[in-house]
């Protein structure tokens, strides 16, 4: 275990068959935990959408869990099952503690999307943060990006694994971010999912910056962008996480 800022990073843990890892950072109060997924395109996991987010939560007295799934996805059913295993985990082993969020960035956002609609029960987080998230596998005429961000293990399955057409009044209450200029990731996608939400009455807080390049994480170098942090931090207070 290593210590930084009064927050202390755990071992890592295993989360399944497919190779995926947990590593939890817990600040000495805190309340509730958010599970950090980095993007990356399913091919890789950004540095920077990781550790560092982690960090940023420990100090609104958040714990954390960055989950370092694998990449690339084999099997997109054993990649999903280790992140709501990553929720039962850090569920069971802080009951006391407060409610369980996951964020994510990019194919990370839609990882932690999919998280969301596709489990129930202990499974299912208490909320959902979506920075720049993939989200259609359908829409693809108006989004051809979006078939750069995920391999062919999604191949024939693209309505299951579409985050728009997954969303139901079970979901969880949702955090959303992204650029209207966005060059990776067609923002009209994030409004069609906005669609889904306010047809399902769950609530939603969406967020689209006029300008901003894709991947920006915490977007320490754009103050407009950056912003984002600020009004997370706020939605998570009002939905119970943090003491800061």
Request: proline letters at 8%; aromatic letters at 6%.
């Amino acid at each position: 275990m290593t210590t930084s800022d009064a927050a202390t990073w755990g071992d890592s843990v295993e989360l399944g068959t497919d190779g995926s890892m947990l590593r939890t950072l817990t600040p000495a109060h805190h309340r509730g935990t958010v599970l950090v997924l980095p993007g990356g395109g399913y091919v890789m996991r950004a540095d920077y959408e990781a550790d560092p987010v982690a960090q940023w939560l420990a100090g609104l007295g958040i714990a954390s869990g960055v989950v370092d799934y694998a990449v690339p996805p084999q099997d997109p059913d054993a990649l999903l099952a280790s992140v709501r295993t990553a929720v039962t985990l850090v569920r069971d082993a802080d009951p006391a503690h407060g409610p369980v969020g996951v964020l994510g960035f990019s194919a990370g956002g839609h990882l932690a999307g999919l998280t969301g609609t596709r489990a129930s029960g202990p499974e299912r987080p208490d909320a959902l943060m979506l920075c720049y998230p993939g989200i259609s596998l359908v829409r693809r005429a108006s989004d051809p990006p979006t078939l750069r961000l995920l391999p062919s293990p999604f191949t024939g399955r693209e309505e299951e694994f579409s985050l728009e057409l997954r969303v139901d009044s079970t979901t969880p209450p949702t955090f959303t971010w992204h650029t209207s200029d966005d060059e990776m990731l067609d923002v009209d996608n994030l409004y069609h999912l906005a669609q889904a939400y306010a047809a399902a009455k769950v609530p939603l807080s969406l967020h689209v910056f006029p300008h901003g390049r894709h991947g920006l994480g915490l977007a320490t170098d754009n103050p407009t962008v950056g912003a984002w942090t600020t009004l997370c931090a706020q939605w998570l207070r009002d939905l119970s996480f943090g003491t800061a």
